[in-house]
T-cell receptor
Framework: KAGVTQTPRYLIKTRGQQVTLSCSPISGHRSVSWYQQTPGQGLQFLFE???????NKGNFPGRFSGRQFSNSRSEMNVSTLELGDSALYLCASSLGGQTYNEQFFGPGTRLTVL | AQKITQTQPGMFVQEKEAVTLDCTYD???????LFWYKQPSSGEMIFLIYQGSYDEQNATEGRYSLNFQKARKSANLVISASQLGDSAMYFCAMREVAGGTSYGKLTFGQGTILTVHP
């Protein structure tokens, strides 16, 4: 079974631009969660999508948005990039049902904002 | 609100010895899940082990075991027979369970850097 994939793996953008990151979950997984990892703040939850609906959201500004498609693939968008948005962005997939123990992460997208 | 505390910024262990990485948590929920992840320098988060709050036995996965003490709210990771490849950052995380549904939001600790010496 293929793991979680994220594209692109590396991105360099300048302030004010926008960026879209993509995450393909493990086959059969319906939940996709996004996290931001920085040296200063550690790992912080951005949002979770389940069956194309956002069902949980972290404490991030509205510049951070996402969506999920019918095949469970998810995209995350950051508009008007700031220097502080430089981070490793990780997505994780899981079944998302009643009871489950697994949550698997992708390799991440490393975003650098200049 | 949930909180995870990992008090050891860095740990050193000799190859083939066992090491314990500490994790304490705080939650008002009765139902929750606890995870340990390994993050090598490449950045990928590797799932190691899971413990449910109602699981009576400590979880084990190969060389990894979780020392779960619910009353103390601790979930320490024990790695037996350390290997050089175990050198990495280790994160403890908690997931809430509400209304019978396990949500995808994980709350992470700050992590512990483990260095295995030959």
């Amino acid at each position: 079974k293929a793991g979680v994939t994220q594209t692109p793996r590396y991105l360099i953008k300048t302030r004010g631009q926008q960026v879209t990151l993509s995450c393909s979950p493990i086959s059969g997984h319906r939940s996709v969660s996004w996290y931001q990892q920085t040296p200063g703040q550690g790992l912080q939850f951005l949002f979770e999508y389940f069956s194309e609906t956002q069902r949980n959201k972290g404490n991030f500004p509205g510049r951070f948005s996402g969506r999920q498609f019918s095949n469970s693939r998810s995209e995350m968008n950051v508009s008007t990039l700031e220097l502080g948005d430089s981070a490793l962005y990780l997505c994780a997939s899981s079944l998302g049902g009643q009871t489950y123990n697994e949550q698997f992460f992708g390799p991440g997208t490393r975003l650098t904002v200049l | 609100a949930q909180k995870i505390t990992q008090t050891q910024p860095g740990m050193f262990v000799q190859e083939k010895e066992a090491v314990t990485l500490d994790c304490t948590y705080d939650t008002s929920d009765q139902s929750y899940g606890l995870f340990w992840y390994k993050q090598p320098s490449s950045g990928e988060m590797i799932f190691l082990i899971y413990q449910g709050s109602y699981d009576e036995q400590n979880a084990t996965e190969g060389r990894y075991s979780l020392n779960f003490q619910k009353a103390r709210k601790s979930a320490n990771l024990v790695i037996s027979a350390s290997q050089l490849g175990d050198s990495a950052m280790y994160f403890c995380a908690m997931r809430e369970v509400a209304g019978g549904t396990s949500y995808g939001k994980l709350t992470f600790g700050q992590g512990t850097i483990l260095t295995v010496h030959p």
